[in-house]
């Protein structure tokens, strides 16, 4: 669990700085402040994108579809993607 959305809400509160709660909670500034400026990849948005395809060719299986005949069908609707890649983004979604 990341302590960083609580430091921030602090910083809501009181309306100063993140130090005393990066202090209290042993986090340095920057690494707040590189994950709140944190701004998602293309990597990570193509991969939201395919994982909501995913899913919706997973329920229209009514859940019994594994990786190779998601990635089978995504094959058939003409996106070429890798199998690792359908199996990790399955996996990830649980």
Same mark, same amino acid.
């Given at each position: 669990?990341?302590?960083?959305?609580?430091?921030e809400?602090?910083?809501?509160?009181?309306?100063?700085?993140? +130090?005393?709660?990066?202090?209290?909670?042993?986090?340095?500034?920057?690494?707040?402040?590189?994950?709140?400026?944190?701004?998602?990849?293309? %990597?990570?948005?193509?991969?939201?994108?395919?994982?909501?395809?995913?899913? +919706?060719?997973?329920?229209? +299986? %009514?859940?019994?579809?594994?990786?190779?005949?998601?990635?089978?069908?995504?094959?058939?609707?003409?996106?070429?993607?890798g199998?690792?890649?359908?199996?990790?983004?399955?996996?990830?979604?649980g």
């Amino acid at each position: 669990m990341s302590v960083f959305p609580f430091i921030e809400a602090e910083k809501a509160q009181r309306h100063d700085t993140v +130090a005393p709660s990066c202090a209290l909670l042993e986090v340095s500034r920057s690494a707040f402040y590189e994950w709140h400026q944190h701004r998602p990849k293309r %990597r990570e948005l193509a991969d939201r994108e395919l994982g909501e395809r995913i899913e +919706a060719i997973w329920q229209a +299986a %009514r859940g019994t579809y594994g990786w190779p005949r998601v990635w089978n069908a995504l094959r058939n609707d003409g996106v070429h993607v890798g199998r690792k890649r359908v199996a990790r983004i399955m996996r990830q979604r649980g």
